[in-house]
């Protein structure tokens, strides 16, 4: 069973990773 606050920091995680590369690639999600 997953928690709530496990999975706010892994989609933190993630925004940060896709606002990092998102320059390179230029994602369409803002």
Do not use: C, E, N
């Not at 606050?5 to 369409?28: E, M």
Request: hydrophobic share 40%.
């Amino acid at each position: 069973m997953w928690t709530v606050g496990a999975y706010l920091s892994q989609a933190g995680a993630i925004s940060l990773a896709q606002h990092s590369t998102g320059r390179r690639f230029a994602t369409p999600k803002s």
